[in-house]
């Protein structure tokens, strides 16, 4: 019998990570929540739809306006452009509305054939009046029109599209310009106005959806976590009895393909690794849930605490809190981090829990007394959301300082001592 | 404050930014043309926007009311100016005048229709810019039309934002339903990965079959191994269906012959156990002896831990001590169940062992443990190991944990 190489060792393992596992569950969480980002959006595509609308009426009105003046040296062309913009408009309206998820491309290039058919169609009938920014209509709304598919589609494609058009739109008023001794600032002034108005409802809507989803976003990441606040003093996490349950399948194949002999003895080299590899992800399920609590899964299970949050927790101590204790951690947590995500990403915090150390100070029967300190970088004291001393209070005494410029927070935490339960 | 009520207003101060900003640039395009205003308006007012576009950029992520404050008096100061200072503005100075005011400044209803007192500011606020636009530029274009076009300004964002405030409750009820839903997967899952770890006895003896097999099945027949690959698929697929397994043994003859797989035993015996895992030790070619205590009652829990640490011990004879025999011998008092587990083999020297030491703190201390009791070890090269594992008798677990 000899020592072989220990990376698969009886006596326990000595290989592998566990963090491997917690990634993985991590990303499919993070899978599940992309695809429910659509949250919510369907109820602002019905208002940027309504706006499309209204502004198209705006619009129509103001060519109504010219025709009845006869301003039109091709009528024809300024009417199909309301026409096909007509068309455009309720047909996107519609079929967003029930398709009511992602416009398919095909759709999707319909559409802005049909907007750029419509500029064109308006921008002929208006061209020997020298004035794009004064007399266009249907080209102006075309812009605002894109606000109708910006729920189902990317938001760059939006952009892109507004950024063509309003880089079009420009491009023919240089193209179609009057006369020099007529170009004023008062023949500008309109030119400038209307390309924005082409372009900044898309722009804004754009930017209302990306805010709109991200919040979408931050919400759930915060109420599926939220979930952990329940769980017992050890869990194994959410998913990771699923893997559990996959390695006792691929174990189960593999030992009935051994015991069936469709598999040969000795085994190859490549099925035995395959076995080796089988009993250490195996041992790893079996143990991890013995060590990590509540926090621990919050943290890595959460796409925004995971990338500030370090958690220090070596005796795995904040599974004693109760859960009243653990909303209020879990939300002083998210309010250091939550503020500012985007614009400030080198905000960090560590939470360290414990270690207990007994006799300091004198705590009722029956409970212990764990620390918990929470030292951040880049939170400056006065910056941090005023909620959080509530959320802080309802985890235990607390005492907060500046420490090198940053808020620094020590909990002390009465909890129900398990020697007593 | 609730939470998402904290993101709607996160929200809606991106959106004012964004809005506010691209009608500053529109205005202050349409302001520098030549002529839109006189030169002195155009002079003083160029460091009013710069405060007015920071003002705006700021109101992004602070709810601040300073930010506010200070773009809309910006605002209100480039109307004032242009309006009264030199010459009247052109057409194009108008038109920028009326993007800051019916646009630009606008843009701060976004933020101002939260809550009832910004409701009362939002008011104001449009009354006051409204009179001063129509006020100074009444001669620039018909009143009623710069005033309805400064309504429609103001009302849009307004309703805009109304209508995203509107849909946040939406949102959050369905995403607490999601919740519920998540915490009850949650749960669920975590009484399966219960269950699933929970069956320790079985996934000790499919963790050793693996093992053997990783190694090529060192030292056994081709036909044992099989055997034993067949009870513990067989165990496994049990688990799988839904029964636990734990309680009936660890091979596949006890289920057999058990009246139903699914039986749960409160207190097993211990004796019948300790006999399967002679049995399949013998199977892989260590002779294990029984001594003591034929017949001890465990709660199922303390037993789990028990027979587990019991086997890892005896794994590591069979693979590592060099000889094909071990004793056990088994001893109960009032308060413990005592196994020593004794092997003549090769020894080893304790201080040597390290990483192994690891694995056995991590798979037979800790299990011990977990339940009350624990683990010593004892050994030198060329004298054998002895490993002493205790566990408390259930009646008194709860004293031993206490401890």
């Known amino acids: 019998m000899t020592f072989s190489a220990p990376e698969e060792n009886t006596l326990g393992v000595v290989v592998g990570n566990a963090r491997r596992a917690v990634g993985k569950t991590a990303r499919r969480l993070g899978r599940a929540t992309a695809h429910r980002a659509s949250l919510g959006t369907a109820f602002l595509g019905l208002g940027a739809a309504i706006l499309v609308a209204l502004r198209a009426v705006y619009g129509a009105s103001w060519f109504i306006g010219l025709w009845g003046r006869g301003t039109y040296t091709q009528p024809l062309a300024a009417l199909s452009a309301w026409i096909v913009l007509g068309a455009v408009i309720v047909g996107a309206i519609v079929t967003s509305r029930v398709i009511g998820d992602r416009l398919p491309d095909w759709m999707f290039g319909l559409f802005l054939t049909g907007l750029l058919v419509a500029v064109a169609l308006d921008l002929i009938a208006v061209w020997e009046f020298h004035d794009i920014g004064g007399y266009a209509t249907a080209a102006l709304a075309a812009g605002m029109t894109l606000l109708i598919v910006v729920t189902v589609r990317g938001s760059s494609e939006i952009l892109i599209a507004a950024g063509v058009l309003g880089a079009g739109l420009a491009a023919m008023i240089f193209l179609d310009t009057p006369a020099s001794d007529q170009i004023t600032a008062d023949w500008i002034a309109p030119q400038i106005t209307a390309v924005a108005a082409a372009v900044l409802p898309a722009v804004i809507g754009v930017a209302i959806v990306e805010?709109?989803?991200?919040?979408?976003?931050?919400?759930?990441?915060?109420?599926?976590?939220?979930?952990?606040?329940?769980?017992?003093?050890?869990?194994?996490?959410?998913?990771?009895?699923?893997?559990?349950?996959?390695?006792?399948?691929?174990?189960?194949?593999?030992?009935?393909?051994?015991?069936?002999?469709?598999?040969?003895?000795?085994?190859?080299?490549?099925?035995?690794?395959?076995?080796?590899?089988?009993?250490?992800?195996?041992?790893?399920?079996?143990?991890?849930?013995?060590?990590?609590?509540?926090?621990?899964?919050?943290?890595?299970?959460?796409?925004?605490?995971?990338?500030?949050?370090?958690?220090?927790?070596?005796?795995?101590?904040?599974?004693?809190?109760?859960?009243?204790?653990?909303?209020?951690?879990?939300?002083?947590?998210?309010?250091?981090?939550?503020?500012?995500?985007?614009?400030?990403?080198?905000?960090?915090?560590?939470?360290?829990?414990?270690?207990?150390?007994?006799?300091?100070?004198?705590v009722p029967e029956h409970k212990i007394l764990i620390p918990i300190t929470i030292t951040t970088t880049g939170v400056a004291r006065n910056r941090v959301d005023p909620s959080i001393w509530d959320a802080l209070g309802r985890v235990g005494h607390y005492s907060d300082h500046t420490q090198d410029s940053s808020l620094r927070v020590d909990i002390e935490c009465l909890v129900d001592n398990p020697a007593d339960v | 404050m609730d939470l998402i009520t904290k993101e709607r207003d996160r929200l809606l101060q991106r959106t004012a930014r964004v809005y506010g900003l691209s009608f500053t640039i529109v205005a202050l395009l349409c302001f520098v043309l030549p002529g839109a205003v006189s030169s002195t308006a155009l002079i003083i007012s160029l460091p009013l926007f710069l405060v007015l576009g920071i003002a705006q950029f700021r109101m992004g992520v602070s709810r601040s009311a300073l930010w506010l404050g200070l773009s809309l008096a910006a605002?209100?100061?480039?109307?004032?100016?242009?309006?009264?200072?030199?010459?009247?503005?052109?057409?194009?100075?108008?038109?920028?005048?009326?993007?800051?005011?019916?646009?630009?400044?606008?843009?701060?209803?976004?933020?101002?229709?939260?809550?009832?007192?910004?409701?009362?500011?939002?008011?104001?606020?449009?009354?006051?810019?409204?009179?001063?636009?129509?006020?100074?530029?009444?001669?620039?274009?018909?009143?009623?039309?710069?005033?309805?076009?400064?309504?429609?300004?103001?009302?849009?964002?307004?309703l805009i934002a109304i209508w995203i405030s509107a849909g946040v409750p939406q949102v959050a009820k369905r995403i607490a339903s999601?919740?519920?839903?998540?915490?009850?997967?949650?749960?669920?899952?975590?009484?399966?990965?219960?269950?699933?770890?929970?069956?320790?006895?079985?996934?000790?003896?499919?963790?050793?079959?693996?093992?053997?097999?990783?190694?090529?099945?060192?030292?056994?027949?081709?036909?044992?191994?099989?055997?034993?690959?067949?009870?513990?698929?067989?165990?496994?697929?049990?688990?799988?269906?839904?029964?636990?397994?734990?309680?009936?043994?660890?091979?596949?003859?006890?289920?057999?012959?058990?009246?139903?797989?699914?039986?749960?035993?409160?207190?097993?015996?211990?004796?019948?156990?300790?006999?399967?895992?002679?049995?399949?030790?013998?199977?892989?070619?260590?002779?294990?002896?029984?001594?003591?205590?034929?017949?001890?009652?465990?709660?199922?829990?303390?037993?789990?831990?028990?027979?587990?640490?019991?086997?890892?011990?005896?794994?590591?004879?069979?693979?590592?001590?060099?000889?094909?025999?071990?004793?056990?011998?088994?001893?109960?008092?009032?308060?413990?169940?005592?196994?020593?587990?004794?092997?003549?083999?090769?020894?080893?020297?304790?201080?040597?062992?390290?990483?192994?030491?690891?694995?056995?703190?991590?798979?037979?201390?800790?299990?011990?443990?977990?339940?009350?009791?624990?683990a010593r070890l004892f050994s030198a090269p060329g004298s054998g190991t002895t490993v002493v594992l205790e566990v408390p008798r259930g009646d008194v677990q709860t004293e031993e944990a206490a401890q």
Not at chain 2, 98 to 116: H, N, P
Not at chain 2, 202 to 219: C, F, P
């Open chain 1, 211 to 362: 805010s709109f989803r991200r919040m979408v976003q931050v919400e759930l990441d915060r109420v599926l976590v939220q979930s952990t606040v329940s769980a017992p003093r050890y869990a194994v996490g959410m998913l990771a009895s699923e893997e559990l349950a996959r390695l006792d399948l691929a174990a189960e194949e593999l030992l009935e393909s051994i015991a069936s002999k469709k598999t040969a003895l000795p085994l190859a080299p490549k099925m035995a690794s395959i076995a080796a590899s089988l009993a250490t992800e195996l041992r790893l399920h079996l143990i991890e849930g013995r060590r990590e609590t509540w926090l621990y899964h919050a943290v890595s299970e959460s796409e925004m605490l995971g990338k500030a949050v370090t958690l220090v927790d070596k005796s795995s101590l904040a599974g004693l809190l109760d859960p009243i204790q653990r909303d209020g951690l879990l939300a002083a947590a998210w309010l250091l981090v939550g503020d500012t995500v985007t614009s400030n990403s080198s905000r960090t915090v560590t939470v360290q829990v414990g270690p207990v150390a007994p006799g300091e100070t004198p």
């Open chain 2, 75 to 158: 605002g209100l100061a480039i109307v004032v100016v242009a309006g009264t200072v030199g010459a009247r503005p052109s057409q194009a100075g108008f038109t920028a005048l009326v993007e800051l005011a019916a646009a630009s400044l606008a843009a701060s209803a976004l933020v101002l229709t939260s809550s009832g007192p910004r409701i009362a500011v939002l008011v104001v606020v449009f009354v006051v810019i409204g009179a001063t636009l129509l006020l100074l530029t009444g001669d620039l274009q018909a009143p009623l039309r710069t005033a309805g076009i400064y309504v429609l300004g103001w009302v849009l964002p307004a």
């Open chain 2, 178 to 374: 999601i919740g519920r839903a998540h915490r009850a997967e949650r749960q669920a899952s975590e009484l399966e990965a219960q269950r699933r770890q929970g069956a320790r006895l079985l996934h000790d003896t499919v963790l050793a079959t693996l093992t053997l097999l990783a190694h090529s099945g060192v030292g056994v027949t081709p036909e044992a191994l099989r055997q034993q690959a067949g009870d513990d698929a067989k165990l496994l697929r049990q688990l799988r269906l839904g029964t636990n397994p734990t309680q009936n043994g660890t091979n596949g003859e006890a289920v057999g012959t058990a009246t139903s797989p699914i039986q749960v035993i409160d207190e097993p015996v211990l004796g019948t156990t300790l006999e399967s895992v002679k049995q399949r030790f013998g199977r892989m070619g260590l002779q294990v002896s029984w001594h003591g205590t034929g017949q001890v009652l465990l709660p199922s829990d303390i037993l789990d831990a028990f027979l587990l640490a019991l086997a890892e011990c005896l794994e590591n004879v069979r693979r590592h001590s060099g000889v094909t025999e071990a004793h056990v011998t088994i001893t109960e008092d009032s308060k413990m169940v005592r196994a020593l587990v004794t092997d003549s083999g090769v020894g080893f020297d304790i201080t040597d062992i390290d990483e192994a030491k690891l694995g056995f703190t991590e798979s037979v201390v800790a299990r011990l443990r977990d339940v009350g009791g624990n």
